[in-house]
């Protein structure tokens, strides 16, 4: 028997967004929504300020996918350049319109000093949050170490601050090679954390872009990739196919370790990460069946 029935009957999936910033981009963004609804995701979750997004748009986007969806919605929160008003607004706006998810984080700040009188991270947002209302809250979490942490000590008992201050769980930064997430999950177990670790994956739509951003967030890129989609260089297709097969193999040995949710960073794209889904399910369905058979 395969390990893919072993743990996990119903595989649990969440998906991030990020918010639009064109018109044009609204009917796809629409359409990559209602691809991936009906495999009944746990949330949505929209970003926050991220490379520069406007953050009002981010919020009337978490709007409309309540309005529009069946779905819960996290908002993502970031404090940097915010004061502590204008984080405590947005809490109150957003438990006004009915949303109860919040992915708790402290951002990178643009230069702007004013967060001086803001919270000054993600820690301290869950305080607020706290008091702002009985919300679900998300934090994140670095496999491979913040690029900014002091040390990975230091960033592993930043990680059990946020969770023992009350959040429920941490999603985490992308990475490649399931034996990166197996670590981490060790050191997550020595550093005493038992709430879930959801693996953040992202499938790779443009590899030389995904390159240069995992510099910068500290995702390390196997040399096999690099040397794989060199050789397909110009070839669309080619490295569409690679980039699946490379993002199924990794969900489904993460599944085979026991594994019960992945949250996809999709960048508003669903062809990647419909086909990722689907063919996970299909073959958990398919060994549940084989299992019911014998
Ligand atoms: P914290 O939990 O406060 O810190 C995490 C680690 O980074 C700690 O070890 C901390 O010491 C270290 N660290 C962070 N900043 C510094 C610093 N300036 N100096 C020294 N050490 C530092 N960003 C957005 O702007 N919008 C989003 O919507 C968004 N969504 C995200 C979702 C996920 C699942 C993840 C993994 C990241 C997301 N980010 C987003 C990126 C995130 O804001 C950055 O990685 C940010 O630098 C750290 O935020 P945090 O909440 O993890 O910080």
Known sequence: MSGLVQHSNRLKYSFEF???????????FWRVVGNLEPF???????TYGALGSARKKSLETVEQLHIHTNTQIAAHLTVVDSTKADTDFVLETLWNQGIRRI???????????????????????????????????????????????ESAQSDMDCLKAKLDAGANRAITQYFFEVDTFLRYRDQLAKAGIDKPVIPGILPIHDFFKVRKFSKRCGATIPDYYAIHFAGMEGNAAAQHQLALDLALELCEKLVQEGVDQLHFYTLNRSDLVLQIVKQLSYKIEFENNLQQVA
């Open 18 to 28: 990020f918010p639009t910033s064109q018109q044009e981009e609204e009917n796809e």
């Open 40 to 46: 009944e995701p746990e949330f949505f979750s929209v």
């Open 103 to 149: 992915v708790a984080l402290t951002g990178d700040s643009r230069g702007d000093q004013s967060w001086n009188s803001g919270y000054h991270n993600a820690l301290e947002l869950i305080g607020a949050i706290k008091k702002a209302g009985d919300f679900d809250i998300s934090v994140a979490a670095y496999p491979e170490v913040h690029p900014k942490a």
